[in-house]
């Protein structure tokens, strides 16, 4: 599979059914491979690996990464079309290309054909897992939402084992009591919402511990999104790549990220 380097983390290039095929070939096998861990970096993440060292390996250590966030998208178009330009020059595509995700979203979509999001691709893989009864777990989030999450899963993908959930934190303290739980549930696929960078670290860290499972992935926010405690976008705005500003509004204590996300990410891609 084709990749590619932004801010020296490592992109697989795919849609996503190319994505769910390669998962759905991994959840199949009976041979004892060492489990994979997905990760899906995003432009404040991206930032992170660049002071964080740790995140920037285990990011790059994936089995597969996928980019989540239309800040991605523009980052690989903005990168493939400024390649070798001036300063003056690479102002002038970085001005035009941010022009072209906002008026036309499908010219930043020259390197990475859709983005796709965290949320979407957990939910395509339990769609995917339920016509075999893959059992999979739920790790992390708040109280009570991982349990509801479970519900809504259950109800749209009729079929799907999900075994357990358990809502730990990602500290030492909590590793024993997690991995009892999954080794009683045995689970092949487990989700894991503790934020990032702390999910990604934790599953590299602690994945060969726990023999059943053969994919892991780190969500995020997924779980708020899915049980319903937390509204998405409208799909008009997603597709406009303003899903960022549908959550500024949301919730505006985000606002630090959100500026992250959409001035000082590009902002560091046209320093580059």
């Known amino acids: 599979m084709k990749k590619v380097k932004i801010l020296d983390v490592q992109f697989d290039v795919c849609n996503k059914d190319e994505a769910l095929s390669r998962i759905l070939n991994l959840l199949e096998t009976r041979s004892h491979e ?5 990760v899906t970096p995003n432009p404040e993440m991206l930032l992170e690996s660049q002071k964080n060292p740790l995140f920037r390996e285990t990011l790059n250590r994936a089995w597969m990464s996928i980019p989540d966030g239309a800040g991605i998208l523009w980052a690989a178009t903005f990168q493939g079309s400024s390649r070798g330009n001036g ?41 995917v897992s339920s016509h075999s009864a893959t059992p999979l777990f739920l790790l992390g989030a708040a109280p009570g939402i991982a349990e509801k999450t479970k519900e809504v899963l259950e109800a749209k993908y009729p079929g799907i084992k999900i075994v357990g959930t358990f809502s730990a ?104």
């Open 87 to 127: 300063r003056f020059m690479r102002l002038f595509k970085a001005f035009w290309t941010l022009l072209g995700l906002i008026l036309r979203p499908s010219s930043c979509r020259k390197i990475f054909s859709e983005r796709i999001t965290g949320v979407d691709l957990m939910q395509a893989i339990c769609a």
């Open 34 to 38: 060492a489990a994979k861990q997905i």
């Open 169 to 272: 934190s990602p500290r030492d303290d909590d590793f024993m009591a997690i991995q009892a739980h999954i080794a009683e549930t045995r689970p092949e696929i487990l989700f894991v919402a503790y934020g990032a960078p702390a999910q990604e670290l934790w599953i590299a860290q602690h994945l060969k511990k726990l023999p059943s499972v053969k994919l892991a992935m780190g969500t995020g926010g997924a779980f708020d999104f899915i049980a319903g405690t937390k509204k998405r976008a409208p799909k008009w705005m997603q597709k406009a790549g303003l899903e960022w500003l549908f959550r500024l509004i949301q919730e505006p204590s985000r606002l630090k990220r959100i500026w992250n996300a959409t001035v000082r990410f590009p902002l560091r891609m046209i320093r580059l």
